[in-house]
């Protein structure tokens, strides 16, 4: 949840660790703070709010060694005190975690018993004291402490420690959170992510679980929790440096809105060719047959990715007639689920950290299930500990509301079930090609389905000061129902639910009156007649339909206040489709409530802790 950054080189480590922060701030924004080594001085910096509050604090200095930290509060309230880097109580240690010690309140209490003192509520004030105290114990080196250090903790995290006793050295370590080594030339970077790196160096090293970094004397050494050396596998980063800047647009979240029909067009680059009938998913090989001969499929994710994997439910079961179960990855792991020998899990997660998924893979697992992995970030967790999987090449997604990962996960999604489906029969020759072909132009419709955009910053002025939404669709379009609903209470803090709309006369009508806003996704569908019914029981009511329609619909816009035309597609292809102008109204109310729309409140990006 945090972002994490270090810097050891030769240049002035501040104006590196304070960019590389700018670039992590989605992934936490409660408050931020660094630590500088200079003329074996230790200096921490620490202020709540956004990175530009501590830039301002900060002197002009030459340090050449430093670790920083953007923060997502886990323990203890956003504050300067609580602000990471936390520092030993000596002085002579300071570091930063992302990630959460399970354990902190024994080790806490007995610190404290041993005479320590702690001024934050954190349990990364306690890790650094813990780790002096064995540093002092036992005269140890700091990575040698480090390494006791971990063996005694219960949790996660990735952390960086700096050292006054040793001012040219950078320690790292990981378990459970993710930590990117950048190799520049006479220089190291350290990162939750690639974002900070890539304009520094396009050579790095994803550190794996347990593993310990220490960087030193120009050179770098990775070792495991038993003090066995490793051998770094070096990746090149494809990522550009355009694709991590706004480009021009307000917010990031518009221009990952706008950014779909590239994005999805990229998902099926060198996979789909429409043309030649072909669908090729090279990630997912030899377990493909598994795939295709499943008695059943269980999808695991979470909050917007979990909406992708209820649409991925519809098609799997239609297409490949193979029954789905989808769950969330944060309940599954906690009630004994049933797991048999062969099971095909799909994972699905955006960053490819998300703890909860993380935690179902490995239970998964253990029962003996084939997991593929459907992620954005390419070396992640998740990607590494699948079985085979698909990435999605849809770029970085920084706005912490998803958009355009959502529709890739979608393409993705799909992908993998027609070539399943086409493999083992259930669909037929035409069908298979005229879904290919379909899916091929999805690109076009949903670059036409953004050109609304002007009536529906229109709408949105309408209903800016509204205290609820409603949101109803029926088949394929009520998982959208679900994710228009989320987009909303995530960067406006309107309260919004989604409903199936059958289930709108079970509870939900009773709601509805003259101040009700009701968003019906309603596209010329095999329920298009039944959802006709359920607009016709809101209006009987008094309230108020923005419905989304299918271009040329003339029953609708009759009945409904507001209405959004998208294209036309195949049914199962619509939520690619008629989500967009959902992204879009949620975003032009939140813009104009004057809410942050690319760091809404609580809320990170990528989510890393349980």
Not at 194 to 222: C, F, M, Q, R
Not at 254 to 276: T, V, W, Y
Not at 447 to 468: G, Q, T, V, Y
Request: some cysteine; hydrophobic content about 40%.
């Amino acid at each position: 949840m945090c972002g994490i950054v270090g810097y050891l080189g030769k240049k002035k480590s501040c104006p590196i660790l304070i960019n590389g922060l700018k670039r992590l701030e989605y992934r936490g924004y409660d408050s931020a703070g660094i630590a500088l080594l200079e003329n074996d001085d230790l200096k921490t910096f620490k202020k709540q709010g956004k990175v530009k509050e501590l830039e301002e604090i900060i002197p002009e200095n030459s340090a050449t060694i430093g670790i920083g930290h953007t923060r997502w509060a886990t323990h203890g309230e956003p504050n300067d005190v609580n602000a990471h880097p936390h520092v030993s109580n000596s002085g002579n240690l300071a570091l930063i975690h992302n990630g959460i010690i399970e354990n902190y309140g024994s080790l806490k209490a007995d610190l404290t018993k041993r005479g320590y003192t702690f001024q934050s509520e954190t349990d990364t004030e306690v890790f650094v004291n813990f780790i002096e105290d064995i540093q002092k114990s036992e005269n140890l080196k700091i990575e040698d402490a480090l390494r006791v250090a971990l063996s005694k903790i219960v949790g996660a995290y990735a952390i960086a420690i700096i050292s006054k006793d040793s001012p040219n050295k950078l320690v790292a370590a990981r378990k459970g959170s993710p930590l990117v080594l950048g190799l520049g030339k006479d220089e190291f970077f350290l990162a939750s992510d690639a974002t900070p790196i890539i304009e520094h160096t396009n050579e790095v090293v994803y550190l794996k679980d347990e593993e310990i970094v220490v960087i030193e004397d120009g050179a770098y050494s990775i070792k495991d929790s038993k003090d066995l050396p490793q051998t770094p596998y070096i990746q090149k980063l494809e990522l550009e440096l355009e694709a991590i800047e706004k480009g021009g647009h307000e917010h990031f979240m518009h221009k990952e809105i706008f950014e779909q029909p590239i994005s999805i067009a990229d998902c099926m680059r060198g996979r789909l060719n429409a043309d030649k009938g072909q669908l090729t998913l090279g990630g997912i090989r030899n377990y493909a047959k598994a795939l295709e001969n499943a008695d059943r499929i269980v999808i695991l994710a979470c909050g917007t990715s979990w909406h992708a994997g209820l649409v991925a439910e519809y098609v799997f079961e239609d297409l490949c007639r193979i029954p789905v179960e989808v769950e969330y990855a944060s309940e599954f792991r906690y009630r004994n689920p049933v797991i048999h020998e062969g099971d095909i899990v799909i994972a699905i997660s955006q960053s490819g950290e998300t703890a909860d998924t993380l935690a179902a893979i490995e239970l998964a697992k253990s029962k003996g299930a084939i997991v593929l992995g459907v992620v954005n970030t390419v070396g992640s967790s998740i990607s590494r500990v699948s079985h085979e999987g698909a990435y999605l090449h849809a770029g970085p997604e920084i706005g912490v509301a998803s958009t355009k990962a959502f529709t890739a996960q979608l393409t993705v999604l799909y992908m993998i079930a027609l070539r399943a489906a086409h493999n083992k029969g259930t669909i037929t020759e035409s069908k298979y090609q005229e879904l290919l072909r379909e899916l091929s132009i999805i690109p076009d419709k949903v670059e036409k389905a953004l050109k609304a955009n002007d009536k529906i910053e229109h709408i949105s002025d309408m209903f800016k000061n509204a205290k609820n939404f409603l949101y109803l669709g029926r088949g394929y379009n009520f998982p959208v129902a679900l994710e228009g609903a989320l987009k909303l209470k995530e960067i406006s803090y309107i309260h919004a639910e989604g409903y199936p709309a059958a289930e709108m006369k079970h509870g939900p009508i009773a709601l509805i009156d003259e101040n009700m806003p009701v968003v019906v996704i309603a596209t010329r569908d095999s329920s298009y007649d039944k959802i006709v019914s359920n607009i016709q029981e809101v209006k009987a009511r008094k309230g108020i339909i923005i419905a989304i329609v299918t271009e040329g619909d003339a029953l609708i816009p009759d009945m409904a206040d507001f209405t959004v035309e998208v294209p036309p597609t195949h049914e199962s292809l619509m939520p690619l489709v008629s989500v967009i102008p959902l992204q879009l109204l949620s975003y032009h109310i939140a813009v104009m409530r004057g809410a942050n729309v690319d760091q809404p409140r609580n809320l990170a990006k990528s989510v890393t802790v349980e």
